[in-house]
């Protein structure tokens, strides 16, 4: 196992406000509260786990590429209700990517795409040190390859 990068999720702290308005006023924000109904299919980005079938969600649009960069980008995640933070090892892939088709997506310092490819989540590591084998890859983000929503960041550790 490589030890080489660390995945990091969202903070909840940005997103605790949320759970506490009711559904109409998540409404006029272009959110939605939704019940989770099968795993998985609903992965919260704070905790990088899939919500169980009958937990609270909030769908929601998030900024994840907040640059100044024809890469600038946004859309759509899950946050669940009861959602921490979570933290990694250097090294340690959640088990929520590990089942998914994945598009993984080189930066460099300047928030410009230098690498990219598509890999299924069994083999993320390896595709992980091909995008950090080019010096200037600053960092890396991880989206769902069909859907194309944006799952984490992963840092050189």
Request: include cysteine; charge should be negative.
């Amino acid at each position: 196992m490589t030890t080489g990068f660390r995945i990091t999720a969202l903070a909840a702290d940005a997103f605790a406000p949320l759970h506490a308005l009711d559904d109409d006023a998540l409404r006029a924000r272009g959110m939605r509260r939704m019940i989770a109904d099968e795993k998985p299919g609903f992965p919260c980005r704070v905790s990088l786990v899939d919500a169980e079938p009958g937990e609270r969600v909030i769908l929601l649009t998030h900024t994840h590429h907040d640059v100044h960069s024809p890469y600038r980008g946004s859309g759509p995640i899950f946050v669940r209700e009861a959602a921490t933070t979570a933290t990694f090892a250097p090294g340690e892939v959640p088990e929520l990517l590990r089942s998914r088709l994945l598009s993984l997506r080189a930066y460099d310092r300047d928030a410009m795409m230098i690498g990219c490819e598509v890999v299924a989540g069994a083999e993320l590591e390896a595709a992980i040190e091909r995008q950090f084998d080019a010096p200037a890859a600053a960092y890396l983000h991880v989206h769902n390859a069909r859907p194309g929503c944006f799952n984490c960041a992963i840092e050189r550790a």
